[in-house]
């Protein structure tokens, strides 16, 4: 079965690291790239970032450079996103999707990460 | 960065009613980079269209894209109670970043 199955639910204290993972299966790997996207509760959808698992290439939007990870183990199918230094702000569902062309064909359920003092 | 617009902000409709959703983008972008999700809630958005005029695979045909240049437009001809929903559409854009509209939310009367 085509999925992506993502990691579960975080809660971490503002200043902290988090990293989410995402494992492919059904596929092959490094045949597609990995987009993040975010969603804040009750807002729309963020693009954070891409990256080729073919090659591990990464593009990050602006606002989150230098904040941002993503890497792959290809070994075992899995994208991960490591967010550092956490804001209150980041308290959103993260979702990891398989770019097809230029759109996204494939998401996994998400990922609540809660960030809380 | 290409912002896009999407309005209304919330459509209400009868089942059976036809509705439309627009998304207007800052500049023009290539109908080829051009896509629909569809959000129920709770879930993981689900793409609809691509291409700005593609249905991917399993969508129903009573949704229909289309548009060039800055105006695009989502159709559902007959609404169903199941689609209610969070439509975005989603644009690529230049050097490996894609971006979303604020999305339009579909709410059955």
């Known amino acids: 079965q085509v999925q992506l199955v993502q990691s579960g639910a975080e809660v971490k204290k503002p200043g902290a690291s988090v990293k989410v993972s995402c494992k492919a299966s059904?596929?092959?790997?490094?045949?597609?790239?990995i987009s993040w996207v975010r969603q804040a509760p009750g807002q729309g959808l963020e693009w954070m970032g891409w990256?080729?698992?073919?090659?591990?290439?990464?593009n990050y939007v602006q606002k989150l450079q230098g904040r941002v990870t993503m890497t792959t183990d290809t070994s075992t199918s899995t994208a991960y996103m490591e967010l550092r230094s956490l804001r209150s702000d980041d308290t959103a569902v993260y979702y990891c999707?398989?770019?097809?062309?230029?759109?996204?064909?494939?998401w996994g359920r998400g990922t609540l990460v809660t960030v809380s003092s | 960065e290409i912002v896009l617009t999407q309005s209304p902000g919330t459509l209400s409709l009868s089942p059976g009613e036809r509705g439309t959703l627009s998304c207007r983008a800052s500049?023009?972008?290539?109908?080829?980079?051009l896509a629909w999700y569809q959000q129920k809630p709770g879930q993981a958005p689900r793409l609809l269209i691509y291409?700005?005029?593609s249905r991917a695979t399993g969508i129903p045909d009573r949704f229909s894209g289309s548009g060039s240049g800055t105006d695009f437009t989502l159709t559902i001809s007959r609404l169903e109670p199941e689609d209610l929903a969070v439509y975005y559409c989603?644009?690529?854009?230049?050097?490996?970043?894609?971006?979303f509209g604020q999305g339009t939310k579909v709410e059955i009367k």
């Open positions: 990256i080729s698992a073919y090659n591990g290439n990464t």
């Open positions: 989603q644009q690529y854009g230049s050097s490996l970043t894609w971006t």
């Open positions: 999707a398989r770019e097809f062309g230029w759109y996204f064909d494939l």
């Open positions: 059904g596929y092959t790997f490094t045949s597609y790239a």
């Open positions: 500049q023009s972008v290539s109908s080829s980079y």
């Open positions: 291409g700005a005029s």
